[in-house]
């Protein structure tokens, strides 16, 4: 069960246990994706974010039939907004805060329609969905004991936005002791150029905070 799997990556090759791993999926949320939401109401081309769903729909349903540990995560807050700090609530173009109503409900707030996943990376029943207040997953959550509980020791890192939430739960991760394999095609960002040198920078100087390859090289790996 502990047996070991090498996937080509950057900057060398990834290795890692299948039974010791969780494909964690970060903030896949219609405010961020979809058309008219949030993402493109500030000035963003979801178009980038959009594809990264073909990829990752099959990564997932790989991590299913191997039985990794799908962990989903959604940023967002209260609707009373009492774990929103002031500083984070000012940020941005004053029309279009957290809390305010938006296309698809109020943005980033719990129970909301944008608030939740896509529809095609929906989340099933014995998967966890953890959701945090801030950029990186393992702040204001429990996603340490989760790993821990379930013997987790790397992770595929997936989602968006690469500079941003990715970013941050991959140093945080890092910093925790895991192991993160950054999926470049399944992971998004409104601009190319963050997408492009945000993988170069957890690849540079050895691995500084993680490994860097693609869902096909990924999915040739898996057992
Ligand atoms: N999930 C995530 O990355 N949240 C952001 O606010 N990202 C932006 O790039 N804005």
């Not at 493109?40 to 099959?58: C, F, I, M, S």
């Not at 009492?82 to 500083?87: F, G, T």
Request: glycine content about 12%; some cysteine.
């Amino acid at each position: 069960p502990d047996t070991l799997v090498s996937v080509p990556a950057r900057p060398g090759a990834f290795s890692f246990a299948p039974a010791r791993t969780a494909l964690l999926i970060i903030d896949m949320q219609r405010d961020f994706l979809l058309p008219g939401g949030f993402g493109e109401t500030l000035g963003n081309d979801v178009g980038r974010l959009a594809a990264v769903v073909p990829p990752l729909q099959r990564v997932l349903a790989a991590a299913r039939e191997t039985g990794l540990p799908v962990i989903h995560t959604r940023e967002g807050h209260r609707p009373d907004l009492s774990d929103l700090p002031p500083a984070k609530h000012r940020r941005g173009k004053p029309s279009l805060r957290i809390g305010d109503p938006g296309p698809y409900g109020r943005i980033l707030v719990r129970g909301e329609y944008g608030h939740d996943i896509v529809d095609e990376l929906a989340p099933l029943p014995g998967e966890v969905v953890l959701d945090k207040p801030g950029k990186g997953a393992f702040y204001g959550t429990d996603l340490e004991e989760v790993l821990r509980a379930q013997g987790v020791e790397s992770l595929v890192v997936t989602g968006v936005t690469t500079e941003v939430c990715v970013h941050t739960t991959v140093r945080e991760a890092n910093d925790r002791g895991y192991e993160a394999l950054v999926l470049s095609d399944c992971v998004g960002s409104y601009f190319p150029e963050f997408q492009r040198v945000g993988l170069d920078m957890i690849a540079a100087q050895g691995g500084i905070f993680g490994w860097v390859t693609d869902s096909a090289s990924l999915l040739a790996a898996l057992p």
